[in-house]
């Protein structure tokens, strides 16, 4: 159940709660508590008919293993948790998870209102469509019952000095990263659906065609510092850009091309005078060059359509997340306010914030 700091701790955070069942409650703690943006992850008991059940009680009152989990929604949303609950277990057992066996053991989605219920089910929906399962989803879909918290013994299980090492053997003994590694190839603890993606570049876009003009057109149409960023690989100076402390929601797009590139939802405050952000919008958002300009090799970001030079990414991003930064200058881009997406033709864009 540890608590994770919020990264943007100059910004009124929005905290919510919300439940999640994916199996033995050890496992699903573990790696709810990796994603950027929860706070705290506690395991316990939901959904049966007795009160103050225990872990000797709790199967046959009629309640599952749960978490709750206690998030920023301006840095993650219910649905991303959804998903990473999803891609941590196996959503396709109706009768349990891996070894344990039961409803007890069995994945859920609890939701708190329509909104909530229209998202899980969607969501069910587009994974039974373009996922990569060969059966479809188990998850059972309830609304929202209290919450009882298991006894301390089995908070932060995975981490505990006394039980660790026992975490470990049933964890790997569970074939849980097996089948994690087999579907999604690796467990980043990412809300990203790789099919998503594959839809967005399939799409014509008023972007899609974009030709850049020379050089010569480009320094009309750039005030000097744009100009000498994105085409001369130029830094502004730290501090100078005022998207670096700008903490609405939206997207954030190629100067030139208008190419969306990041999103608020992966923003943080790294410090630096820079905005940064743990991952592009999409895994093709942006290409990597080899920089070699200093005394040490950088790894250069670029847009992928408009190839305009944006910054650098760094190792040295937050650990709960990609550990990742993604140092940009605001030179490079244009933010597009959440709001006015749809009207510019971003709405397809609106599942990323």
């Not at 997340?321 to 490079?332: D, F, K």
């Amino acid at each position: 159940m540890s608590s994770i700091d919020t990264q943007e701790s100059d910004v009124t955070a929005d905290i919510k709660t919300m439940i999640v069942a994916g199996g033995c409650f050890w496992c699903v703690e573990a790696d709810l508590e990796k994603v950027h943006g929860v706070i705290e992850v506690v395991s316990g008991y939901s959904g049966g008919k007795t009160d103050n059940p225990t872990y000797k009680t709790y199967g046959s009152g009629g309640h599952r293993e749960v978490v709750e989990v206690t998030y920023d929604a301006n840095q993650v949303s219910f649905e991303d948790i959804l998903i990473v609950t999803m891609k941590t277990t196996d959503p396709t057992d109706d009768d349990g998870t891996f070894a344990d066996r039961g409803d007890k053991y069995s994945s859920a989605f609890y939701y708190e209102n329509d909104e909530q219920r229209e998202i899980i089910e969607n969501l069910i929906k587009e994974v039974d469509e373009f996922g990569p399962y060969d059966k479809p989803l188990a998850i059972d879909v309830e609304p929202r019952a209290e919450f009882w918290r298991a006894e301390d013994s089995h908070q932060d299980y995975y981490k505990g000095a006394l039980t660790r090492l026992k975490y470990g053997y049933y964890r790997n003994a569970s074939g849980r990263d097996d089948l994690i590694k087999k579907y999604w190839g690796v467990n980043d603890h990412s809300s990203e659906l790789p099919w998503r993606n594959e839809q967005a570049n399939n799409k014509t876009y008023m972007w899609s065609n974009y030709q850049k003009p020379n050089k010569e057109s480009l320094k009309n149409q750039l005030d000097e510092l744009s100009f000498k960023v994105t085409q001369d690989e130029g830094t502004e100076k730290s501090g100078s850009s005022p998207l670096d402390k700008n903490w609405e929601d939206g997207i954030y797009v190629d100067i030139l091309s208008g190419e969306p590139l990041f999103s608020s939802k992966d923003k943080f405050d790294s410090g630096t005078g820079w905005p940064s952000f743990v991952r592009p919008i999409t895994s093709n958002a942006v290409t990597e060059h080899e920089d070699k300009k200093l005394f040490t090799t950088r790894i250069e970001i670029r847009s992928a359509i408009a190839d305009n030079h944006l910054g650098h990414v760094f190792t040295d991003g937050p650990k709960d997340s990609t550990g990742l930064r993604y140092c940009m200058n605001g030179a490079s881009l244009r933010f597009v306010p959440k709001s006015e997406m749809e009207a510019e033709g971003y709405g397809d864009f609106l599942k990323y914030i």
